[in-house]
């Protein structure tokens, strides 16, 4: 099974939805991050958590919200999707305690998402 | 500000070898990561560098110099399944937002027969 799983995988939906991308874990890492990508701009990162309680915003965050559910579990949220936020958005894990290779970040498969 | 510069895209025959560059200006240095991504799909970890010098894994290689502000990823024995973008990626420091990493746009790597 996969350590860093995302649902949906391919979203379509209307200018002003509000919608919601999920991303869970079993990889026991405490700091989680969503990204977009987009072609010929590369990865962006858009929140980013610590830990449960400690939320940040990264470089691209308006329009976005997010929420930490749990050590496992990680979702963002548009609030009213407009069609500039038609991107490939990964989910990706890390461990801060790591050895060698410090705090590798580990990627979920990704949700394409596609606004009308 | 931060910059990470990478080839934009590049082609090598299938058994050459190939070296993919990436330049960095960031406000600290405290690590770089090497990525490969295939299209559509999430990117997967490759190489980390800190100190100066060539770590090697197997077919491939990664460079660091910290006083060039200079990486590179070295690809022998291409294979057709290398076809992918290879992106960059810095640590500027370690701890807080400054470990956050920042990543470059990707250099996409086709592989002919």
């Known amino acids: 099974d996969a350590d860093v799983t995302q649902t949906p995988r391919n979203r379509i939906t209307k200018t002003g939805k509000r919608i919601m991308l999920e991303c869970s874990q079993t990889?026991?890492?405490?700091?989680m991050y969503w990204y977009r990508q987009d072609p010929g701009l590369g990865l962006r990162l858009i929140y980013y958590?610590?830990?449960?309680?400690?939320?940040n915003k990264g470089e691209i965050s308006d329009g976005y919200s997010v929420s930490r559910q749990a050590q496992a579990k990680f979702s963002l949220s548009l609030e009213s999707a407009i069609p500039n936020q038609t991107a490939l958005y990964f989910c990706a894990t890390s461990d801060p305690t790591s050895g060698k290779y410090q705090e590798t970040q580990y990627f979920g498969p990704g949700t394409r998402l596609l606004v009308l | 500000g931060q910059n990470i510069d990478q080839p934009t895209e590049m082609t090598a025959t299938e058994g050459a070898i190939v070296q993919i560059n990436c330049t960095y200006q960031t406000s600290g240095f405290n690590g770089l990561f090497w990525y490969q991504q295939h299209a559509g799909e999430a990117p997967t970890f490759l190489s980390y560098n800190v100190l100066d010098g060539l770590e090697e894994k197997g077919r491939f290689s990664s460079f660091l110099s910290r006083s060039k502000g200079y990486s590179y990823l070295l690809l022998k024995e291409l294979q057709m399944k290398d076809s992918a973008s290879y992106l960059c990626a810095v640590r500027p420091f370690y701890g807080g937002s400054q470990g956050n990493l920042i990543f470059g746009k990707g250099t996409k790597l086709s592989v002919k027969p």
């Open positions: 990889k026991g890492h405490d700091r």
């Open positions: 958590s610590f830990d449960v309680k400690d939320i």
